[in-house]
């Protein structure tokens, strides 16, 4: 196993590229605004983050994170707090996991998470994103290509836009937007094509909420909540 821990403050342009082999852990703390970080792993078995209890992670604002995993059984956990930030999670394989959540309470930072771009795609069978949200004006794009993937997002927002995609059979997609919704709040369009889908999605109060959900395939089982 090769192991890399980095703890960066103030301003900085990051890249982390780890060999074609297995196991490969990297943990990046980085501090500080305006930065680019960019994580990338080829082969099995690597890990961006120690675990859910201790991420790798980003404090500031303006910051962009770019994480590229090729292999199988990658795990990927990343947390970010600040605001205008821009991440993006490309993951190529099968059976890997990715575990975003930006802004709250946290083991590294607390925070808010507002006004960031949010882009996550992963191609491959038996994938999981997991994704969680606390802040407003924030835009989500998750795209799953694959067979028996799953796609949790939490949103803890009144104004934030979020566009889902998968292809495959036997997706598992939940997403849910809290808070009182302002002027033009809440929005989600969904996408799904394929079999046996299991959507839920709840947003919230109060008005302003846009559900625009097109399936095809057969057996798909869907239910939408709004309250005011």
């Known amino acids: 196993m090769h192991t890399s821990i980095l703890t960066i403050s103030a301003l900085a342009v990051l890249l982390i590229a780890t ?5 490969n852990q990297v943990y990046l703390e980085q501090v500080g605004s305006s930065s680019t970080v960019l994580v990338e792993q080829l082969g099995s078995g690597n890990r961006v983050g120690v675990d859910t209890s201790d991420p790798s992670a980003v404090i500031g604002n303006s910051a962009t994170v770019a994480l590229r995993q090729t292999g199988d059984g990658n795990t990927a956990r990343y947390r970010i707090v600040g605001d205008s930030n821009n991440y993006s999670s490309t993951v190529n394989g099968d059976l890997n996991t990715t575990e975003l959540t930006c ?90 094509s394929g ?34």
């Open 103 to 192: 802004g709250g309470q946290g083991p590294n930072a607390s925070g808010t998470c507002g006004g960031s771009t949010i882009t996550e795609t992963i191609t491959g069978n038996n994938n999981q994103i997991t994704t969680t949200v606390i802040g407003d004006g924030n835009n989500l794009t998750t795209s799953i290509t694959g067979n028996t993937n799953k796609v949790t997002t939490t949103i803890e927002s009144s104004s934030a836009t979020g566009s889902i995609t998968a292809s495959g059979d036997n997706n598992n997609i939940t997403s849910s937007m809290q808070g009182v919704a302002g002027p033009t709040g809440h929005s989600l369009v969904l996408n799904v």
């Open 195 to 228: 079999n046996s889908n299991n959507i839920t999605t709840t947003q919230g109060g109060s008005i302003d909420t846009i559900v625009n959900i097109r399936i095809q395939g057969t057996n798909n089982n869907y239910t939408v909540r709004t309250t005011n």
């Open 19 to 23: 060999p074609s082999l297995a196991n």
